[in-house]
Nanobody, 124 residues
Framework: QIQLAQSGGGFVHSGGSLRLSCAAS????????IAWFRQAPGKEREGLAC????????KYADAVRDRFIVSIDKARDIVYLQMNNLNPEDTAIYYC?????????????????WGQGTQVTVSS
């Protein structure tokens, strides 16, 4: 059974950076794309970034394209989300998820398996 364990997150001041990690089980990253999402209080879940398991190609939401970077360490089965130039609007619970396929098309619609979520809080 696929399991995703998240780490990272926390509190940072506006303009700061954080890195989130998503450790997958059973060589998940060999077969399934991994995506990052967030949900802020009172808002819908938002797809942020995705990395393909076949060629490590990436997709980003416009809101984070120039600030967030998704990467993968296949040897360790870990996907990272480097978040730079954070602002208070980035405050949310962040989730990683494995998709149903190895490609990222449509990742915004959600994942098949989810990590436990991690809080990111950005102060002004």
């Amino acid at each position: 059974q696929i399991q995703l364990a998240q780490s990272g997150g926390g509190f940072v001041h506006s303009g700061g950076s954080l890195r989130l990690s998503c450790a997958a089980s059973q060589r998940t990253t060999d077969y399934y794309a991994i995506a990052w999402f967030r949900q802020a209080p009172g808002k819908e879940r938002e797809g942020l970034a995705c990395i393909s398991s076949s060629d490590a190609s990436t997709k980003y939401a416009d809101a984070v394209r120039d600030r967030f970077i998704v990467s993968i360490d296949k040897a360790r089965d870990i996907v990272y989300l480097q978040m730079n130039n954070l602002n208070p609007e980035d405050t949310a619970i962040y989730y990683c998820g494995s998709l149903a396929n190895y490609w990222c098309a449509g990742f915004e619609w959600g994942a098949k398996k989810w990590g436990q979520g991690t809080q990111v809080t950005v102060s002004s």
